[in-house]
C-alpha cells in the first residue's frame, strides 16, 4: 500500500472527536481506526504492537545491527480529527491545481479559492486533495500518521538501511485536549520524539500556544415583560455585554504570529440563563495571565452591576512547550538539517494552537512539531498537497538515519 492510498484509507474512518464523552477514546470510530493501525503495524513487519483499551497504539521498528546503540527516537500522531466539523463520509478526490478557484461542490456553491486562502499560489502544479465540500478532510492528522506509517514500512523493507531503534505511537482525543494523559511515556521508551501534526511544507515548530478554556454561566431573572421593569435580569443579553467587554481586534480572525486571541466557541442562552465557552491563548505567559485576570475581573465587575449570578469556570489546558524545547536546540537542529537534506526549507514558527507534544513535552518526553503537508484544518475547505505528504514522509525518514 503507498503512501496516498493509506492516507484516502485512514479518511474513510470516522473519528471526530467528542468533548462530551467520559470514554476513552471520546469515540468509537478512534478504536476502530487504532485497530485498524495495529493489524498494518504487524503486517509490515514491526515489533511490540500493541493497543491498549484507551486507543492508543504503539510499536517499534527495530534498530539495524550496527546501530543497536543508538538512542531510539520517537514518532507520535493522533487519530482523532476536530469536532469543529463532521468527517463523516469524507469524499476525497485528488485535482491537479492549474490556478484560480477549485469548485468542491457546484451544487452547494463551495469553492476553495485563492482570495481565501492565498497559500494555494504556492501550489500550482502540484496534486491536492480535497474534499466535497460537505466534511473536513482529516489531514489533521491523518496526514502524519500515513506519513509515519509510510517511513516505517519503507524502512522494515529496506533492512540494509543503517538506522537505530524508532518507536511510533498514535493517539486519541488530540483535538480535545486528552491526547497525552493515557500516554504511558516509561513504556515509549525514547528520550525524545516528534509529533508529525503540523501543517504546510518545512513547518518546525518548538512553541505553541499558552492555552486555557473559560466557561461562563449566567443565571438571569425572567419575569412577564409587562411588568419587568426593575425586576428582569435578562442572561442572554449579559452574555452579549460580556463579550462586547473583550476586545474586539483580540479574535482569531484578527491576530497571527505571536498575538493572541479569546475565541467564542459557544454561546447559549434565554432571559432566564446563558452560557459562554471562549477559547483563551497567547505565547506570551504574561499576556496569558493577563487574559485571564481580565475574564476574572469582567465577571466581578458584572455580578457587582447585576447582584450576583455570574460565575466563571476557567482552567488552564496546556503551556508553551518552547520552556523544555529551548534546553533540547539538538533535536529541532536535527529535524531542521533533515529537511534540508530532502530539499525542503524550513519554517520554524510557533504553533498557533497546540498539539500531545507540548503535554508530553512537559511531562518529560521533548516533543518538536513537524509538518504533516496540510492547510485549512478543521472546516470543508481543508486541502493536502501531494508533494507536501511525500516530504513528511522523506523528512522522517532522514531524521531517523540522521540519528
Not at 288 to 308: C, H, M, P, S, T
Request: with cysteine.
Amino acid at each position: 500500500m503507498g503512501l496516498v492510498e493509506r492516507f484516502l484509507k485512514y479518511v474513510s474512518f470516522d473519528t471526530q472527536s467528542d468533548a462530551a464523552s467520559a470514554t476513552r477514546p471520546s469515540t468509537h470510530g478512534q478504536y476502530l481506526l487504532a485497530c485498524c493501525l495495529a493489524d498494518e503495524l504487524k503486517a509490515i513487519g514491526l515489533d511490540d504492537v500493541s493497543l491498549d483499551r484507551n486507543g492508543y497504539v504503539m510499536a517499534t521498528l527495530p534498530a539495524h545491527a550496527s546501530r543497536v546503540d543508538t538512542p531510539p527516537v520517537g514518532f507520535i500522531a493522533h487519530l482523532d480529527t476536530s469536532p469543529d466539523m463532521t468527517g463523516r463520509g469524507v469524499k476525497p478526490r485528488i485535482v491537479r491545481y492549474t490556478g484560480g478557484e477549485i469548485v468542491l461542490n457546484a451544487g452547494l456553491g463551495i469553492i476553495l479559492s485563492p482570495e481565501m486562502t492565498p497559500e494555494l499560489h504556492e501550489y500550482v502544479g502540484q496534486d491536492l486533495i480535497v474534499t466535497d465540500g460537505t466534511t473536513l478532510l482529516g489531514a489533521d492528522d491523518k496526514a502524519g500518521i500515513a506519513a509515519i506509517v509510510s517511513a516505517a514500512h519503507y524502512l522494515a523493507a529496506h533492512p540494509e538501511i543503517p538506522h537505530g531503534k524508532v518507536r511510533i505511537a498514535f493517539t486519541p482525543d488530540e483535538e480535545i485536549g486528552r491526547g497525552a494523559e493515557g500516554f504511558d511515556i516509561a513504556r515509549f521508551g525514547c528520550r525524545w520524539a516528534y509529533t508529525v501534526d503540523g501543517g504546510e511544507i518545512g513547518e518546525l515548530e518548538c512553541e505553541n500556544f499558552n492555552a486555557a478554556i473559560a466557561r461562563i454561566s449566567i443565571a438571569g431573572r425572567n419575569v412577564h415583560p409587562g411588568y419587568a421593569k426593575g425586576k428582569m435580569i435578562h442572561a442572554a443579553l449579559i452574555a452579549f455585554e460580556i463579550d462586547r467587554l473583550l476586545p474586539e481586534g483580540q479574535r482569531p480572525e484578527y491576530t497571527e504570529g505571536y498575538e493572541g486571541f479569546y475565541h467564542l466557541t459557544e454561546i447559549h442562552g434565554t432571559v432566564e440563563g446563558a452560557t459562554l465557552t471562549y477559547l483563551v491563548r497567547d505565547h506570551d505567559s504574561g499576556l496569558f495571565e493577563d487574559r485571564k485576570r481580565r475574564l476574572r475581573d469582567i465577571v466581578r465587575q458584572l455580578n457587582a452591576k447585576y447582584r450576583g449570578g455570574i460565575t466563571l469556570d476557567l482552567r488552564d489546558q496546556y503551556y508553551n512547550m518552547r520552556t523544555v524545547l529551548a534546553a533540547h536546540p539538538e533535536i529541532v537542529d536535527l529535524a531542521a538539517r533533515a529537511m534540508q537534506a530532502v530539499g525542503v526549507a524550513p519554517r520554524i514558527k510557533p504553533v498557533r494552537g497546540g498539539t500531545d507534544g507540548a503535554h508530553l513535552s512537559f511531562a518529560g518526553l521533548p516533543c518538536p512539531n513537524i509538518f504533516a503537508g496540510g492547510l485549512n484544518f478543521h472546516g470543508r475547505y481543508e486541502f493536502l498537497p501531494l508533494r507536501s505528504l511525500e516530504k513528511s514522509m522523506e523528512t522522517i525518514i532522514r531524521i531517523i538515519t540522521s540519528v
